[in-house]
């Protein structure tokens, strides 16, 4: 059974950082690719950062681009999400996905990913 635990959520002022992690468990991840998503009150879900695990192929929403970076440890089957520079409107919670390895077009897309972890909070407030 996939496990995805997200770790490092919590309450920061804006311009600051955090960093979140998750470690999966469960199955071979290789051809797999593993992603960032968020979800403000009231908002849908919304595609964040993602990483190829086997050639390591890197993507980010625009509006994140630049302050965020994704990237990935294969022997701990982890993919951690650098945030810089973070403003009120990266509020949300944030979820940890997998799937297997999607085709370009879709790998911004929540259903490219099967499993899903059970989120962390991310508030951003002065």
């Known amino acids: 059974q996939v496990q995805l635990v997200e770790s490092g959520g919590g309450l920061v002022q804006p311009g600051g950082s955090l960093s979140l992690s998750c470690a999966a468990s469960?199955?071979?991840?290789?051809?797999?690719?593993m992603g960032w998503f968020r979800q403000a009150p009231g908002k849908e879900r919304e595609f964040v950062a993602a990483?190829?695990?086997?050639?390591?192929?890197?993507y980010y929403a625009d509006s994140v681009k630049g302050r965020f970076a994704i990237s990935k440890d294969n022997a701990k089957n982890t993919v951690s999400l650098q945030m810089n520079n973070l403003k009120p409107e990266d509020t949300a919670v944030y979820y940890c996905?997998?799937?297997?390895?999607?085709?370009?077009?879709?790998?911004?897309?929540?259903?490219?990913?099967?499993?899903w972890g059970q989120g962390t909070q991310v508030t951003v407030s002065s």
């Open positions: 996905a997998a799937g297997p390895r999607a085709i370009l077009s879709e790998i911004r897309t929540a259903r490219a990913y099967a499993h």
């Open positions: 469960g199955r071979s991840f290789r051809n797999y690719q």
């Open positions: 990483i190829r695990l086997n050639e390591g192929g890197i």
